[in-house]
């Protein structure tokens, strides 16, 4: 970690409807470059970025990667910015085949290898967290043969991830073959239940599936949540939407984070608006701002 992250702001105590960090993911940036998507965003008001590795911002596989993450770190401390690392790039490993390869490919080596990047980017960003999921299982790959492949490649990662003292948040995902909480916990208990392996918690996939009501996901992960992704969502439909334009209270959701102590980043996930990024940049944290008051004057 380099001297700067290692000073860079990260929480403070949890204490009225400021206490929550909002960040936003540079997912939905994905047309700007990535110095111009955090100068956005911190003019903004937001305290931090989820930051998706993907070609054209901070692609780990591109030359000069050293001097890249050092330049973004710097970038990151001048405008006072938190930082998590996502991995959900669509076609950064296989420009024909979304996701490919994940963790439970016959061959997931550059998966591997990809993740491994990302952790030892994230120590060097002094990030608070590496997040990343399990995948679709491939046609012809038996559930036990996935099971196997998954907990191998996730005991991979959480052993560069304690060498380099990063915490990862393994995201539950719709439609991936660890879709939710109870899968999550499935598979801590099969890695063992490494202290370094928690879970990121993506508020608009707790409406869209879990089968409690959504404030009630947080305290049920609160001891090992690291990461929050927030958005809207409707029940059943992996769709993520602007604030306000789906089913989701958000003030009594707001208000169960703050009463867990979660101390970390609470980040908009809308990875299909970039082409109106700053406007629902700006439109999500006046409505996330409204909503913590709300939650805070139960």
């Not at 016959?106 to 995948?135: H, K, M, T």
């Not at 998954?150 to 991936?176: H, I, R, S």
């Not at 707001?254 to 990024?277: F, I, Q, T």
């Amino acid at each position: 970690m380099t001297a700067a992250a290692a000073t860079r702001p990260t929480a403070g105590p949890l204490s009225g409807p400021d206490a929550l960090r909002f960040g936003y993911g540079t997912n939905g940036f994905a047309n700007h470059r990535l110095g111009d998507a955090l100068a956005v965003l911190a003019d903004l008001g937001y305290v931090g970025v989820a930051l998706t590795l993907d070609h054209d911002h901070l692609d780990p596989f591109a030359p000069g990667l050293a001097r890249r993450v050092a330049a973004v770190s710097r970038r990151l401390d001048a405008l006072g910015l938190a930082v998590v690392v996502e991995t959900g790039a669509r076609y950064l490993l296989d420009p024909r085949h979304k996701h490919a390869p994940t963790l439970l490919h016959d061959d997931p080596a550059r998966r591997v290898e990809f993740l491994r990047r990302a952790v030892r980017i994230g120590a060097d960003l002094g990030a608070e967290a590496v997040s990343f999921w399990a995948g679709v299982r491939p046609p012809g790959v038996p559930p036990g043969v996935a099971a196997d492949r998954l907990v191998a490649g996730c005991a991979t990662v959480c052993a560069a991830a304690a060498e380099a003292g990063v915490p990862l948040g393994f995201e539950p995902e719709p439609g991936m073959f660890v879709e939710d909480i109870a899968g999550w916990w499935r598979l801590r208990e099969a890695l063992g239940a490494p202290p370094g392996f928690g879970i990121t918690l993506d508020i608009g996939h707790c409406r869209c599936l879990e089968p409690m009501p959504v404030p009630q996901c947080v305290p049920a992960v609160a001891a090992h949540l690291v990461n929050v992704q927030i958005d809207d969502m409707r029940r059943g439909v992996h769709e993520h939407l602007e604030f306000g334009t789906g089913e989701i209270d958000f003030p009594p959701v707001l208000r169960a984070l703050a009463d867990a102590g979660y101390r970390g980043l609470v980040a908009v996930e809308l990875p299909r608006h970039s082409h109106a990024a700053p406007a629902v940049a700006a439109r999500s944290l006046d409505f996330l701002r409204a909503a913590a008051s709300r939650g805070e004057g139960r």
